[in-house]
C-alpha cells in the first residue's frame, strides 16, 4: 500500500508494513516525510551487488545487476529501473553456474529509518532473458519480485543495503 495524502491542511501516515509505522502524523507542518530518513531521498545507481542464499542445504552465491536505478521519493515511493542498464545476475554452486539479463520496472511503498527499510506492496515485471544454468540456454520467463526488508547505511553520495542479512548492494546517487 502506497502512502497517501489528503488535502493541505492533513498528512496521513500509513503502516508500511505490519513492523514498520510513520511516526509522525499530525497537521501539514510537520516536517515528517513518508519515507522516514531523508538521506535515502534521489536517484541512486546501483554499482555493486554479492551475497549468498541457502536453499535445501545448497549455499549459492550471487552477483551483478550493476547498471540497476532505483529512485526513492519523499512520498515513501519506490522504482527500481531495469529496462536502460545491463544488469546480469550470476549465480553460482556446488560446481554449477547460472546467469540471466533482467528487464523491467518494478514499484514499491518504501520507509527507512535508524538504519532499517521495509518496502511494501509490489507492482511491475521483471523480464528474464539469456538465462543460462552451466551454459545451456533456458527459457525466458516473467515475474514480480516481492517486497523486501533489511538495514541500511546512507550519506549525500552513497548508500549501501543490506537485504535479508547476506547481501549487500551498493549504490552511489546520481540525482
Same mark, same amino acid.
Given at each position: ?84 542498464? *545491463?544488469? /546480469?545476475? $550470476?549465480? &553460482? @554452486?556446488?560446481?554449477? =553456474? ?6 523491467? +520496472? ?42 523486501? *526488508?533489511? /538495514?541500511? $547505511?546512507? &550519506? @549525500?553520495?552513497?548508500? =549501501? ?6 547481501? +549487500? ?7
Amino acid at each position: 500500500m502506497l502512502p497517501r495524502f489528503a488535502p493541505k491542511r492533513f498528512l496521513y501516515c500509513e503502516v508500511v508494513a505490519a513492523s514498520v509505522i510513520a511516526a509522525a502524523c499530525g497537521s501539514s507542518t510537520s516536517t515528517a516525510l513518508a519515507i522516514g530518513d531523508p538521506c535515502l531521498v534521489g536517484r541512486w545507481d546501483l554499482t555493486s551487488s554479492s551475497g549468498t542464499a541457502t536453499s535445501n542445504g545448497v549455499t549459492i552465491n550471487f552477483s551483478g545487476e550493476e547498471g540497476v536505478v532505483m529512485t526513492l521519493t519523499a512520498a515513501g515511493a519506490e522504482t527500481d529501473d531495469y529496462s536502460n542498464a *545491463s544488469p /546480469t545476475i $550470476s549465480r &553460482s @554452486s556446488d560446481g554449477h =553456474t547460472e546467469s540471466s539479463t533482467l528487464r523491467g +520496472t518494478m514499484q514499491y511503498g518504501f520507509h527507512g529509518a535508524a538504519g532499517k527499510w521495509v518496502q511494501s506492496g509490489g507492482s511491475g515485471q521483471i523480464t528474464e532473458t539469456n538465462h543460462l544454468v552451466d551454459g545451456v540456454k533456458q527459457p525466458d520467463s516473467n515475474a514480480s519480485a516481492p517486497a523486501g *526488508s533489511g /538495514t541500511y $547505511s546512507c &550519506s @549525500s553520495s552513497a548508500l =549501501t543495503v543490506l537485504v535479508g542479512g547476506n547481501w +549487500t548492494v551498493n549504490f552511489t546517487k546520481t540525482g
